[in-house]
């Protein structure tokens, strides 16, 4: 009994500094659309000009992907997640002192750096230390992501009014990366390097099922990142504060935690989780249409759909993409690849969306956009047969 014991405990511990590490992977973006406004009368921006705040530090994501399993080799887990904080911590606490466009956007570009470090590494050092649960603790590690935006959304335009400074309001998120940094540090016994077999890792850009999952994830970030740029600046049109718009959106990420939670735990019964993902995306169908056709009168419920679906689909579409090959290595590549191109896709959407409400005067026609891309993953649903993973990638 004792034996085992002392040997969940140091697994108990690595969870919750895997935790306190992934809250910090999204306050540096989620802050930002409920302090638009205050932003925008200091500092002149077009809202396309405002989309690469968000674009830009999650094309850094997709890129820094490529590189991030290669510097994790060199660097080890621990060494790699110790910078990768400091990068972050360093981005955020900077914009106390921004007095232009140009540097909030650097800020942003060189959080998703860090971001994206953490991202490549963290999936594979998942299934490699908790083999048996993956589902689950890929769902703890995605609704700690999650939970991190629903924080800082919620809570950034509280501490706008309170001090009248919006720079405070974002940099106050860099207190996050200084306590995962030392907890995480803490940890460092029980994130030694692995004796691993060498097995051979080829690249996956020429593999089609690698492209489908990478296209699927890409595809299903894109509803994240729009919503979480462009939510709190839609409601705020329709006349709603800054601070009940940051807390509209804080609700929707904390349903993102919820479904977050739930969804991996209950595709944990079967490999199959084709189901589970047609589910999730027919919640965020019907969240956009809502908030299209009635935003004003369900105006808890739209987002609470959206929550739930795209909370779920995240973690989801990794869980996916891991389940694919057994080999943490290989399928931490895999992962790395996946989010990679997604990102990258991701990444355009909050700009496009930017662009249509300079061109239109509305967000709306970017919620038709998005629904149209949902519909259309579902049809990709079709192909994630489990029998057939080892037909496509072996």
């Not at 249409?289 to 679906?309: D, N, Q, Y």
Request: proline share 5%; aromatic share 8%.
């Amino acid at each position: 009994m004792q034996t085992v014991r002392a040997t969940a405990r140091p697994a108990i511990w690595l969870i919750l500094a895997v935790v306190l590490v992934a809250l910090n992977l999204r306050p540096s973006m989620a802050a930002i659309g409920p302090l638009l406004t205050g932003i925008r009368s200091d500092i002149p921006l077009s809202f396309s000009l405002a989309a690469l705040l968000t674009m830009l530090p999650v094309m850094a994501m997709g890129l820094a992907m490529f590189f991030g399993m290669r510097i994790s080799h060199h660097l080890g887990e621990h060494r790699t997640v110790v910078l990768s904080l400091i990068i972050i911590g360093l981005a955020t606490a900077s914009r106390l002192f921004l007095d232009s466009a140009a540097e909030l956007i650097l800020s942003a570009v060189l959080a998703g750096i860090g971001i994206a470090l953490i991202q490549a590494l963290l999936p594979a050092l998942i299934k490699s230390r908790f083999s048996d649960n993956v589902s689950l603790f890929m769902g703890l590690y995605v609704t700690s992501i999650m939970a991190g935006a629903a924080i800082a959304a919620s809570f950034a335009p509280l501490v706008m009014v309170r001090t009248g400074n919006w720079r405070i309001g974002l940099a106050i998120w860099a207190a996050l990366a200084v306590v995962a940094l030392l907890f995480w540090y803490a940890q460092r016994s029980a994130i030694a390097p692995q004796a691993r077999p060498t097995v051979n890792n080829p690249a996956f850009a020429g593999n089609p099922r690698a492209w489908l999952l990478a296209i699927f994830f890409g595809l299903g970030t894109a509803s994240y990142t729009c919503v979480l740029a462009w939510l709190a600046p839609y409601y705020v049109e329709k006349g709603w504060s800054e601070q009940n718009a940051g807390l509209l959106l804080g609700f929707l990420t904390a349903m993102e935690v919820i479904s977050g939670l739930l969804a991996p735990a209950l595709a944990n019964r079967s490999r199959d989780k084709r189901l589970v993902l047609m589910v999730l995306l027919g919640l965020i169908v019907a969240g956009f249409c809502g908030l299209i056709l009635s935003p004003e009168s369900l105006s808890l419920l739209w987002p609470c759909l959206l929550g739930l679906g795209i909370g779920g689909l995240f973690p989801m579409s990794l869980i996916v993409s891991l389940d694919h090959l057994d080999h943490p290595q290989r399928a931490g590549g895999l992962t790395a690849f996946v989010q990679g191109i997604g990102y990258l896709i991701a990444g355009v959407s909050p700009l496009i969306a930017g662009m249509i409400r300079d061109q239109l005067g509305s967000f709306e026609w970017a919620w038709w956009a998005l629904t149209a891309v949902v519909l259309v993953m579902m049809v990709m649903v079709l192909r994630f047969d489990p029998r057939h993973y080892a037909r496509h990638i072996d």
